[in-house]
């Protein structure tokens, strides 16, 4: 049972996270948005995970990007000068490896790295550009999931949008189509994307990635109530939901919960609402889709990209593909 005193909030107060956890807390089952995760305690907390033996996705990109950085960028410009941006960039530890191999092609090149994080960004830009010599940082804060618009390109110059990390798992199937066409729909003939996805692959290894030993993905999972605590004034327990990782291979996709392990009720004060949570109930806090070989290339052509060229790693884990607009 939910019961809600009032459904909304005065307009002069409601916010992205207000709006969101009313939401999903109210639908049926109840969710809550993986951005949520991403405040600045949730983001340390996933650098650490990016680390942990478990996780294998951060490192075999990393590889992947280690070994072919100047062939990306080459096939990219196609004899055009780059420049560059990224969605969803966050610290961008990866993408300096993709800066290098451009300023080693061309000199220098400008980087427009675009996230909902105005704090990540700032720490971002001062790494690279402490790091990276010959590279011009603008960055952009902006939700790119509900609108996008990219700098200006010069003349002569191609643009290349990053979207590594496999980020695009974290979207519904339909819902990836429909984004990478709004991130085609901004850019302009002959520039390109560069996708990178994990591959379905052995369900164990799957499941040791996103439910480490050492139980950082847990606290990680958690902190998603540790925030909404803070700011929606909400009484949640952290400690009285277990962190459950499932893979669903119907949908080929591992998804994360926290599931109640007792029946309890949670007051969220600034929504005057309060919701009532069954034993073994559970929030479903992010899905993560495994591509199958040569599923990303659909995906690409469907939003409207040319499939161009695709690097794995040895045990093909994991892909990065080029697509051309």
């Not at 005193?5 to 005065?10: C, R």
């Not at 939401?23 to 996933?46: C, M, T, V």
């Not at 010069?154 to 990478?180: D, T, W």
């Not at 291979?249 to 029946?263: D, K, N, V």
């Amino acid at each position: 049972m939910t019961s809600a005193a009032s459904l909304s909030l005065a307009p002069e107060v409601e916010t992205p996270v207000s709006s969101a956890v009313r939401r999903g807390i109210l639908s049926r089952p109840k969710r809550l948005p993986p951005w949520l995760f991403y405040d600045e305690a949730g983001s340390r907390l996933f650098e650490r995970i990016t680390e942990l033996p478990e996780y294998y996705l951060t490192r075999t990109e990393r590889a992947i990007l280690t070994t072919h950085a100047a062939s990306m960028i080459a096939q990219a410009g196609d004899g055009a000068r780059l420049r560059i941006s990224e969605l969803g960039a966050g610290s961008a530890a990866k993408t300096c490896l993709l800066l290098n191999a451009a300023i080693e092609r061309q000199g220098a090149v400008r980087y427009e790295p675009i996230d909902v994080s105005a704090s990540a960004l700032r720490a971002a830009a001062r790494r690279i550009e402490c790091e990276v010599a010959g590279v011009t940082v603008a960055p952009r804060v902006m939700d790119y999931t509900n609108g996008l618009g990219f700098e200006p390109r010069r003349e002569g110059e191609r643009r290349l949008v990053i979207y590594i990390g496999s980020s695009i798992g974290n979207f519904e199937p339909e819902e990836a189509v429909r984004l990478l066409r709004r991130v085609r729909a901004a850019m302009d003939p002959g520039d390109a994307i560069l996708l990178g996805a994990d591959l379905v692959k052995d369900r164990d290894v799957l499941l040791d990635a996103y439910d480490d030993a050492a139980g950082v993905t847990a606290a990680f999972n958690r902190n998603l109530l540790v925030r909404v605590n803070r700011e929606l004034s909400a009484d949640f327990n952290p400690l009285a939901f277990a962190h459950r990782a499932l893979w669903n291979s119907a949908q080929s996709r591992i998804e994360m919960h926290l599931e109640s392990r007792r029946a309890q009720n949670v007051h969220l004060a600034a929504l005057d609402l309060t919701v009532h949570f069954c034993a073994g109930e559970s929030i479903h806090t992010e899905n993560s889709y495994k591509y199958a070989a040569g599923q990303l290339q659909s995906v690409l052509e469907r939003a409207g990209f040319e499939p161009d060229a695709t690097w794995n790693d040895e045990q093909h884990w994991f892909a990065v593909t080029l697509g051309r607009a």
